[in-house]
């Protein structure tokens, strides 16, 4: 029974660190595409919300399959994303 109860807190703050980490990240992606987005300020702002709400799409529709969404984005972009 202890062990469950150590696997349940492990969860927890596993689930609070990426609570925290998920918004920091998309906001740091928001603020690279601002700064580099050669379009008007007015433009940026439903650019960039397309774009997160695509990588949103993207995560959902590979949440449930075996492809590895890193290895995806190596194959159709040549970028490597390290863990």
């Known amino acids: 029974m202890a062990k469950n109860k150590q696997l349940i ?37 439903e650019a960039i919300k397309d774009v997160i709400a695509t990588t949103q799409e993207i995560w959902q529709a590979h949440a449930d399959d075996e492809i590895d969404i890193l290895e995806r984005c190596r194959e159709l972009t040549g970028i490597e994303i390290m863990r």
């Open 9 to 45: 807190e492990f969860y927890k703050v596993l689930n609070a660190r990426t609570a925290d980490i998920l918004p920091k990240l998309y906001s740091a992606f928001a603020l690279a595409l601002w700064e580099g987005l050669a379009m008007p300020e007015d433009e940026k702002v």
